[in-house]
């Protein structure tokens, strides 16, 4: 900058003093090369160059206010300039290069070193004064100007070479590794359990080979479809929320199953989906809840689900009976013919009870040979009928293992369920009921 306003000054002012021309196409193409060698290298221009360059300059320029001689100013000049190509230099001797960049370099080099000499002679021409004849002092600029000017601009355009070759390389080295990544993304998406889309603007534009075997046709036929449609109306997955949504999709063959599905936002346009069947996985999962409800041995309900079945029918007010049923005497079955016949009452009294009883009633195992019946909206009366006529049913029953004849009979005890009545109580009501069943009997039903 100090050296294009000075020569902007000069210039002005009408001074030939410093041959402007020379110096100013020198100056510019320095400064090409030493922007372009650290753009090239990738590195920032180190921060003392820049102000030790301009302060040298600026000494020269008041040396030379102060009378000092044309050649001397010169011979300074030329000292910067060596410097400088000294530094860059260096610079590319330290960088490490391959292939057909290394004879570049060299050219660079050599051509730099050349620049360099020039400069070097020109200083020692200028100060001691060399030969006057051949070299007279106007003439010195001119020796630069003529034979070290075209090696910076061989080496300029060298270096513009290396760049290219070096973007290019760097573009190889891109693209490689854009392939390599591209195989490991397609890897992962073959291997994937899940069917794996990219949708745009809401439509299928991309997927692995699962889309086609989660939906019973080929892949490629769903591409450009509407996400939508793989699911039933209605059940199908809202935008995208970056958490796993519940869904039903719908195969080619418009069988459906359960699909869990994750979408993930790319841009405004773009999205990731993720759809995986998880139908087994619903299957099991009802299969251990009815087991957390269920009595192993009769399936029946437990004395848990009946307590939360009863649980939730308190809240609907509606008045009703709860019996408590007991097998008679069955620890003589079990002593007599054993507890595998034992069971199989147990599962036979389960299933005549289940067959009789009505939509809404709830029948459970208590545990050991006591049940329990639930049955909303039902009188006494009608509770004692219904419970009367199951007595009368168990006495024709036959139970597998026990010799032909045999008769299993069972006691209830029966008790009213007025609306917002404790579980307990009611069972403690039902359980006298069943006591005074036995007292008096058995194989009958008591209030
Ligand atoms: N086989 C079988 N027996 C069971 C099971 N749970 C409890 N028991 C048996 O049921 C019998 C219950 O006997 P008790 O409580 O004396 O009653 P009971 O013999 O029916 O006599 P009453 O109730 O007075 O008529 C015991 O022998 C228990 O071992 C089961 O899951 N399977």
């Not at 036929?221 to 509407?226: D, I, K, N, S, T």
């Not at 929320?241 to 773009?270: I, K, Y």
């Not at 029918?313 to 008679?328: G, I, T």
Request: glycine share 6%; aromatic share 8%; hydrophobic share 50%.
């Amino acid at each position: 900058m100090l050296s294009y306003s000075i020569f902007l000054y000069d210039l002005l002012d009408g001074q030939r003093n410093i041959d402007w021309l020379p110096n100013l196409i020198l100056v510019a193409a320095q400064t090409m090369m030493m922007l372009g060698v650290f753009r090239f290298l990738g590195r920032p221009l180190p921060r003392s160059l820049l102000p030790a360059t301009l302060l040298a300059q600026a000494a020269v320029e008041y040396f030379r206010s102060q009378g000092a001689p044309q050649a001397l100013v010169d011979a300074a000049y030329c000292a910067i300039v060596v410097v400088l190509a000294i530094v860059v230099l260096n610079i590319l001797r330290r960088y490490q290069t391959v292939g057909e960049v290394r004879s570049i370099r060299l050219f660079i080099y050599c051509s730099l070193l050349v620049y360099g000499v020039v400069h070097v002679l020109r200083l020692a021409i200028g100060v001691m004064g060399i030969a006057p004849q051949i070299f007279p002092p106007d003439s010195i600029p001119m020796l630069s100007f003529f034979t070290g000017l075209p090696f910076l601009v061989i080496s300029l355009v060298a270096f513009t070479a290396m760049s290219l070759h070096r973007t290019l390389a760097q573009s190889r080295d891109y693209e490689i590794a854009a392939r390599a990544n591209l195989h490991r993304f397609e890897q992962l998406m073959r291997i994937s359990s899940a069917a794996m889309l990219l949708l745009r603007k809401g439509r299928i534009e991309d997927s692995n080979p699962k889309l086609g075997e989660l939906f019973g046709c080929r892949r490629e036929a769903l591409h450009g479809l509407a996400f939508e449609a793989l699911f039933l109306p209605g059940a199908e997955p809202v935008d995208p929320p970056g958490t796993p949504q519940h869904c039903v999709a719908v195969r080619a063959d418009q069988s459906t199953f359960q699909a869990e599905v994750v979408m993930l936002e790319l841009d405004e346009q773009q999205c990731l989906a993720e759809i995986r069947d998880v139908s087994r996985q619903k299957t099991l999962e009802t299969q251990l809840r009815e087991l957390a409800h269920a009595d192993p041995l009769t399936g029946a309900l437990n004395r848990r689900a009946f307590a939360a079945r009863f649980e939730a029918f308190r809240q609907s007010f509606r008045p009703s009976c709860v019996a408590l049923l007991d097998l008679d005497h069955f620890k003589r079955i079990n002593d007599h013919f054993g507890h595998d016949v034992g069971d199989e009452v147990l599962i036979t009294f389960t299933r005549l009870c289940q067959a009789h009883a009505r939509t809404g009633d709830v029948f459970a195992r208590m545990g050991g040979e006591e049940f329990l019946f639930l049955l909303p909206g039902c009188e006494l009366a009608a509770a004692q009928g219904f419970l009367e006529r199951l007595v009368q049913e168990m006495a024709s029953l036959r139970f597998r293992g026990l010799p032909k004849g045999t008769t299993v009979s069972f006691s209830a005890g029966l008790a009213d369920c007025p609306p917002g009545a404790e579980l307990n109580a009611v069972l403690k009501q039902a359980d006298l009921a069943l006591y005074r069943a036995k007292a008096n009997g058995r194989a009958r039903v008591e209030l």
